[in-house]
């Protein structure tokens, strides 16, 4: 399978395509997640529809450096750039962006996953019942685990879970996807396979960079 980034060049950066603007909170800003569309791209620069909030416009002041996503049918392509300026074009109000660092391709749906066992707490959503788990496999997309809590198909749980000192889940809500089986020797514990949701991008890449990690340690690789 192949990795679940790869390095690509702007030219996969295409006019038509969506795209999702993370700003950080500033002085003066209060900073959020908008939805615009590429308009156009040349020499490294990003052109997008200016975004609105209530019906208003949002120009973003030149300088700030903002987190963006771009998508097409079958992949995320996720960058950063920095605010050149906000003017009109055509009639159209437009941000460009100077694009900065590496632009990375991410395989919508095909996660890499890799056994890491960890211990983690689910509570049900609907009657707060908490449990112990542990994991079996993790992906940016979901986990496989153990436990002895008795879950459904489609039961939505809430989990707490540590992948390493500084990256961790607090209440985050994942589906039961299916039930796996039980596990031999252990007539109380059994195996379910999770799937996240509403998890921010930028948790993600974290994961996604946490679990690159994992593999080039379990290949005898070195990291950057």
């Given at each position: 399978m192949a990795y679940f980034l790869e390095e690509v060049d702007i030219?996969?950066?295409?006019?038509g395509l969506p795209l999702r603007i993370e700003v950080s909170s500033t002085i003066g800003f209060s900073g959020g997640i908008f939805k615009s569309n590429v308009e156009d791209v040349k020499n490294g620069i990003v052109?997008?529809?200016?975004?609105?909030l209530s019906g208003r416009l949002v120009p973003f002041?030149?300088?700030?450096?903002?987190?963006?996503?771009?998508?097409?049918?079958?992949s995320?392509?996720?960058?950063?750039?920095?605010?050149?300026?906000?003017?009109e074009e055509?009639?159209?109000p437009v941000t460009f962006f100077k694009i900065r660092g590496k632009i990375r391709r991410v395989q919508r749906r095909r996660?890499?996953?890799?056994?890491?066992?960890?211990?983690?707490?689910?509570?049900?959503?609907?009657?707060?019942?908490k449990s112990p788990f542990?994991?079996?496999?993790?992906?940016?997309?979901g986990m496989k685990i153990v436990t002895e809590a008795r879950l459904n198909s489609d039961m939505i749980v809430r989990i707490n879970f540590e992948f390493e000192e500084g990256l961790e889940f607090k209440n985050q809500e994942a589906k039961v996807v299916r039930e796996i089986k039980e596990i031999e020797n252990e007539k109380d514990l059994l195996s379910y396979g999770l799937s996240f949701f509403g998890v921010p991008l930028s948790m993600q890449d974290k994961i996604m960079r946490f679990i690159f990690k994992l593999e080039l340690k379990s290949r005898g690789g070195n990291r950057d």
């Open positions: 030219s996969r950066i295409k006019p052109e997008a529809s200016m975004p609105s002041p030149a300088g700030m450096i903002v987190r963006l996503s771009a998508v097409d049918k079958m995320l392509y996720v960058f950063y750039g920095v605010v050149i300026e906000n003017e055509d009639g159209i996660f890499l996953r890799i056994k890491f066992v960890s211990n983690g707490m689910l509570e049900m959503s609907e009657t707060g019942e542990t994991s079996l496999d993790i992906s940016a997309g």
